[in-house]
């Protein structure tokens, strides 16, 4: 079982953000904190204690984590390590501007071993363009903080698609990125949603593909391999046991506002907003997953990473489909598992195969 822990509060607002986070609520941390724990708490004892379970891995996601001072973080730990495993992946998330080196050093004292810096560019005016907050310089000290802390995992985010991004200016962050102590690397495509302040501006995005299989080959030739579309990681144990997780459609409890839980073939839906999550931490929406759309999930995001998809899940009609794509070159069975050799056409190749 997996763990999710949502932070919902940011210093600023990237232009580019759909995700439950809020600049104007500072004033709720301690509240919320507290809310967080209780609901917590009701899931390690339903959901964990009572079926016996142990938690494999840990993500503190946002927003930002690093708003919260380190303190606010040490009963939840406290809570959550009797139903550790023995060698959990406990990730947090990180802003270069918030992540000090005092509040590293807590964390990892609390038994995070893998910080995540959402970086996006070492180009300071790309950086002011997307709305971050931190520079170039702070990025990479974080990233040096961490790695002289001993943080056994460091990932750091890129974001390429962006309005005057070349090729080379994409090679030159990467650069950068690759000359520090990374463990793994995220390399997103902007996208552009609703919501956000780059919402209605198509002009920000470009939509190169060739520019993505650059980017890919590239990123292969410095020595990190692709393991999911938008991940790569310097060895096999650098890579996200977390996103694997979720990939292998295991179940997993999603604690916060906004956060998602998948239980019992269904997902659980907590109060989005704070104030109504503070009031009442224990409410939550349920979704049914019905059997037909568990299979189509894990089709699609198998064959977006290189986790690949049980041979034994599709039918007859659907394996003369796979045996034309193998044809194509497009395909691969090895030990009972289907495999997708490009995962930019992930999605393409599923509703292919489904339709």
Same mark, same amino acid.
């Given at each position: 079982m997996l763990l999710y822990i949502h932070i919902p509060f940011c210093d600023s607002k990237c232009f580019y953000c759909a995700f439950n986070s809020y600049t104007d609520r500072f004033h709720l941390k301690q509240e919320y904190m507290k809310a967080l724990k209780k609901q917590l708490k009701y899931n390690l004892d339903n959901y964990v204690l009572k079926r016996d379970k142990k938690i494999e891995t840990v993500f503190i996601g946002g927003g930002t984590p690093s708003t919260i001072k380190a303190f606010?973080?040490?009963?939840?730990?406290?809570?959550?390590?009797?139903?550790?495993?023995?060698?959990?992946? #406990?990730?947090?998330?990180?802003?270069?501007?918030?992540?000090?080196?005092?509040?590293?050093?807590?964390?990892?004292?609390?038994?995070?071993?893998?910080?995540?810096? +959402?970086?996006?560019?070492?180009?300071?005016?790309?950086?002011?363009?997307?709305?971050?907050?931190?520079?170039?310089?702070?990025?990479?000290?974080?990233?040096?903080?961490?790695?002289? #802390?001993?943080?056994?995992?460091?990932?750091?985010?890129? #974001?390429?698609?962006?309005? +005057?991004?070349? #090729?080379?200016s994409i090679k030159s962050d990467l650069d950068v990125a690759f000359s520090l102590p990374i463990t793994h690397l995220s390399a997103y495509s902007l996208t552009i949603e609703e919501g956000t302040k780059f919402f209605d501006k198509s002009s920000v995005k470009i939509d190169d593909e060739e520019l993505s299989y650059e980017i890919f080959d590239y990123i292969n030739k410095k020595g990190f391999h692709q393991y999911e579309i938008s991940n790569f990681a310097k060895n096999k144990e650098s890579e996200s046991k977390h996103n694997y997780g979720y990939w292998q459609h295991k179940e997993y409890l999603g604690v916060g506002a906004g956060a998602v839980g998948y239980i019992n073939s269904q997902r659980e839906y907590p109060s989005i907003s704070i104030e109504e999550y503070i009031n009442d931490p224990l409410f939550f929406e349920i979704e049914k997953i019905e059997e037909d759309d568990v299979k189509t999930e894990k089709i699609l995001l198998g064959f977006r990473c290189s986790n690949g998809v049980e041979l034994e899940l599709f039918n007859e009609k659907e394996k003369e489909k796979i045996d034309e794509l193998i044809q194509y070159n497009k395909l691969y069975i090895e030990n009972e598992k289907v495999y997708n050799k490009n995962f930019l056409l992930a999605d393409e190749l599923a509703l292919y195969i489904l339709d």
């Open positions: 606010e973080y040490e009963e939840i730990f406290s809570m959550i390590k009797p139903f550790l495993t023995e060698f959990a992946e #406990i990730t947090t998330e990180a802003n270069p501007n918030s992540a000090s080196f005092e509040w590293l050093q807590s964390m990892k004292d609390f038994g995070v071993n893998r910080v995540s810096f +959402g970086v996006q560019s070492f180009e300071n005016n790309k950086l002011k363009f997307l709305g971050r907050s931190h520079n170039s310089n702070s990025a990479i000290k974080a990233i040096q903080n961490a790695n002289s #802390i001993g943080f056994k995992g460091i990932n750091c985010d890129i #974001i390429y698609g962006v309005q +005057g991004d070349t #090729i080379e």
